[in-house]
T-cell receptor
Framework: NAGVTQTPKFRVLKTGQSMTLLCAQD?????MYWYRQDPGMGLRLIHY???????AKGEVPDGYNVSRLKKQNFLLGLESAAPSQTSVYFC????????????FGSGTRLTVV | AQSVTQPDIHITVSEGASLELRCNYS??????LFWYVQSPGQGLQLLLK??????LVQGIKGFEAEFKRSQSSFNLRKPSVHWSDAAEYFC???????????FGSGTQLTVLP
């Protein structure tokens, strides 16, 4: 039972490059989330989805786009990476809403130089 | 909007000693409250949650937390800390819609032998 899988685990980008982070869950969860974690700031919500084909902005959505074409996948895109986007990115999913508790992936460490 | 404050950035305790991690929230209605734990290089894991009812909730790994409405607090406790409890701990709050969690900035726990 894989749970939530994030790929890649590590990535170094040059400023201005684009990339997509993939999150896949095999638990048939409705809700999925992307957070970024920065030292001393906890986790901040970037975007989330309450079901296939839906997305919504979180606390820090600027510079990111997301898509949820399939229920099990939630993609996070950076169109033009900036050094301020250097962070650890976590994907999470939950059965119906946050009250069921999140299942987290192990994270993607992204460095933008 | 809801917010969560964890006033202690770093706490050090000796193995076998008791532990209390502080969490204060700001939210107009009765909140849904959570504690998560993050081991190094890992995603977050749910320790316990409070929705309503008994203000003392039990979680995994011997942790408990007490909801105090008058103090807007949800402190995490453990009677006797083990070396394996060394990790970062996050308090989180969900609004009544429960669509997403807002996390505190975290408390890093170091356990001395």
């Amino acid at each position: 039972n894989a749970g939530v899988t994030q790929t890649p685990k590590f990535r170094v980008l040059k400023t201005g490059q684009s990339m997509t982070l993939l999150c896949a869950q095999d638990m048939n969860h409705e809700y999925m989330y992307w957070y970024r974690q920065d030292p001393g700031m906890g986790l901040r919500l970037i975007h989330y989805s309450v079901g296939e084909g839906t997305t919504a902005k979180g606390e820090v959505p600027d510079g990111y786009n997301v898509s949820r074409l399939k229920k099990q996948n939630f993609l996070l895109g950076l169109e033009s990476a900036a050094p301020s986007q250097t962070s650890v990115y976590f994907c999470a999913s939950s059965y119906r809403n946050s009250l069921y508790g999140y299942t987290f992936g192990s994270g993607t460490r992204l460095t933008v130089v | 909007a809801q917010s969560v404050t964890q006033p202690d950035i770093h706490i050090t305790v000796s193995e076998g000693a008791s532990l209390e991690l502080r969490c204060n929230y700001s939210y107009g209605a009765t909140p849904y409250l959570f504690w998560y734990v993050q081991s190094p290089g890992q995603g977050l894991q749910l320790l316990l949650k409070y929705f309503s009812g008994d203000t003392l909730v039990q979680g995994i790994k011997g942790f408990e937390a007490e909801f105090k409405r008058s103090q807007s607090s949800f402190n995490l406790r453990k009677p006797s800390v083990h070396w394996s409890d060394a990790a970062e701990y996050f308090c989180a709050v969900a609004p009544s819609s429960a669509r997403q969690l807002t996390f505190g900035s975290g408390t890093q726990l170091t356990v001395l032998p």
